[in-house]
Structures are given as structure tokens and as C-alpha cells.
């Protein structure tokens, strides 16, 4: 099969001839017919993952079920279906209990093994992690919600548990962020938008944010204050930095919510967040993680009755080739939107 190959951290990525996967025990092969690129699969590339090389990358996909192994009862060749980017074990108890997106043997396409940047994957735990596209939901639009708009999702329903006409303060408004705003506004949120970008800013007014703030040094906090009139019900820390994450958990009112979605790996030690406010105002600090098979239905219920509208974000579709090219410059590639990758072209 045709697949995006990475030999090496930084190497140049080549597309060419591999050996398809086969359908491990209790998994599936998915013969992949859209696959979004995300700022994940260049530090993929840039070798910052334990990644095994030779590596193919990719891991927002939606396409059909080729090949089944053995185990599997849920799934046939043929079926139209998606996949969250992180994929349980399918046995242990956060699995069985619908939170595969925190099982402690979870794998992830296009990290833990060979991904979508080709014309097959092979997918795990088929049974659990799977999900099947409704007739209206084209492939494009389902690989898109794989990874930002799943990790939107859960941060706004199933952790912050955001009501219609609460404020939302989003940090960032980069992939996460622009889908957190558009979450936000599928919930009737009120949303106030922050980044160091303008343009970035501009593209989230047009997702439907009320208001938006340019990180130029303004005290965030106390910007947001004055526009909600005492600060946000909930904030999301999108970026993950020191700073976006105190101007996040600052920005809240008393009995707030934060949720933690841009990583803040401990490079420099463990990041510093002022925990007096949180105790002072009973303020609640929450993470999220991607989002389990399980919270699919939720989402899709929001898409089918047209308050979130994911495919806006999509805004260019390219074949393997024009991928390979682009996937090294993706840190710094000025694209606003989301590239979709089709490995049929
Ligand atoms: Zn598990
Ligand atoms: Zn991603």
C-alpha cells in the first residue's frame, strides 16, 4: 500500500510502497478515505513521542472496514466508521465503564503504531473504540472530529458541564480552540476568545465568539472580568503554557471551572498555577484527554441538528504526497483551518 513513511526523527517524510497492516486479534483493518493532519503528527515526526521508526504518522480518520480479525463482533467489512485518536484496551475497567480515553494500556494510530497517513490502518479493540457513521455523515467531516472536536467535546460537556448562557473563556485559538468555540456555541455558551494572533482572533469571531482579546500583554484577567461582568463560569486552557494557564484559572469567577486540554509536559518542572484563587473562590481544576467511542453519540447529536457545523474548519483537502511535503513545515505552516488528507488521491 501507498503510505507517508518517516525513517528517522526529522527525516524527510517519503511516500511509498509498504506492506498493508493485517487485523490484529479483537481489531480491525480500515481502508483509511480521509485523515486530518494536526500539530500532533509533527511532533510525531520531530521525534518528540516514543515513536519506533520507521514510523507512518496519522490519527484523525474515518473510512471503511477492510479486513476483521478474529474476536470482533460488532463490526464487517464494509461498515462506514471513525475512531477516536485515543483507542482502550477494550477489557480493563475504565474501558468497560465508557472512559477509554484514560485506560492505562490504551494505543494510539499514528503513535503507538503505524497510523492513516496511508491507505490502510490497522485499529485495536475494535468492538470498543469503533464508531459507525450515520448515512449523513461523510468521511471527511467524521475524520475531522476525531481528535480536536472530540477533545473540545468532552472538555465542555463531559468535564466543565457547560449550561446554555454561561461564559466561556477560551485560551488559544489555534485547532482545540476554534473547536472549543464552536462546542461552545453548539451549547448556547457565551464565549470570549484569547490569543496572541489577530487573525486567529478573527477566525473565532466568525465561529461565533462574542468577544475576543489580543494576549499583547492586556491583563487577560481583568479584561475578562469587565466583559462578563465578574469573570467566566468556565475557562479552557487551550495552548498549555505557565502563562495561558494562569490567565485561564484567572479569568474565572467564584466557583468556576478550568479545564487543562494544551499539554504542559514538565520540561522545566511542574508548571506554576495560583492555587490561592482556587481555594480562595472554590475554584475546580479539571483535565481532559481526547474522548472515548462512548461520547461519540452526544457530538453527533449536535452536528445532525446543525449547531455544529464541523466541516467550516475544514479547509483544504490534499493527497500523500502534498502531505508528505507539508508534514515538516507543519509546526510553522501559516494554515488557518484544517487540512484533510486523502490517501486515494
Ligand atoms: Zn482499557
Ligand atoms: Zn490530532
Known amino acids: ?55 507512518v504518522p496519522g490519527h484523525e480518520l474515518a473510512g471503511e472496514v477492510a479486513a476483521v480479525g478474529p474476536g470482533v463482533e460488532r463490526w464487517q467489512v464494509g461498515d462506514r466508521v471513525t475512531v477516536p485518536f485515543i483507542c482502550g484496551c477494550g477489557t480493563c475497567g475504565w474501558c468497560r465503564a465508557g472512559e477509554a480515553q484514560v485506560c492505562p494500556h490504551q494505543q494510539q494510530p499514528g503513535f503507538t503504531h503505524w497510523g492513516s497517513f496511508a491507505a490502510y490502518v490497522a485499529l485495536h479493540a475494535a468492538d470498543t473504540n469503533l464508531v459507525a457513521l450515520p448515512a449523513w455523515l461523510d468521511f471527511a467531516t467524521a475524520a475531522s472530529l476525531g481528535c480536536r472536536f472530540a477533545t473540545a467535546y468532552r472538555a465542555l460537556v463531559r468535564r466543565a458541564r457547560v449550561t446554555p448562557g454561561e461564559w466561556v473563556t477560551v485560551v488559544g485559538a489555534g485547532g482545540v480552540g476554534l473547536s472549543t468555540v464552536m462546542i461552545a456555541r453548539a451549547l448556547d455558551a457565551r464565549v470570549v476568545v484569547v490569543d496572541r494572533n489577530p487573525e486567529a482572533l478573527d477566525a473565532a469571531r466568525r465561529l461565533g465568539a462574542e468577544a ?51 499539554l504542559l509536559p514538565p520540561v522545566d518542572g511542574h508548571p506554576r498555577v495560583p492555587m490561592a484563587r482556587v481555594i480562595a473562590w472554590e475554584l475546580d481544576l479539571l483535565g481532559s484527554h481526547g474522548m472515548a467511542a462512548s461520547d461519540y453519540p452526544g457530538m453527533m447529536a449536535l452536528i445532525e441538528d446543525g449547531s455544529l457545523q464541523p466541516q467550516r474548519l475544514v479547509e483544504r483537502t490534499i493527497g500523500l504526497e502534498a502531505a508528505a511535503a507539508l508534514l515538516p513545515e507543519f509546526d510553522t505552516a501559516k494554515v488557518s483551518g484544517m487540512t484533510m488528507v486523502d490517501p486515494t488521491r
Open 212 to 262: 475576543a482579546l489580543l494576549a499583547d500583554g492586556t491583563d487577560i484577567p481583568v479584561a475578562v472580568a469587565d466583559l462578563t461582568g465578574g469573570g467566566s463560569h468556565v475557562a479552557v486552557d487551550a495552548v498549555g503554557s505557565e502563562q495561558t494557564c494562569a490567565d485561564a484559572v484567572m479569568s474565572l469567577r467564584r466557583r468556576g471551572r478550568h479545564v487543562q486540554v494544551g
Open 1 to 55: 500500500m501507498r503510505a507517508i513513511v518517516v525513517d528517522s526523527a526529522r527525516a524527510r517524510p517519503e511516500v511509498r510502497e509498504v506492506v498493508e497492516p493485517t487485523a490484529p486479534a479483537g481489531g480491525v483493518v480500515v481502508r483509511v478515505l480521509a485523515t486530518g493532519m494536526c500539530r500532533s503528527d509533527w511532533h510525531a515526526w520531530a521525534g518528540h513521542d516514543d515513536i519506533a521508526f520507521p514510523h
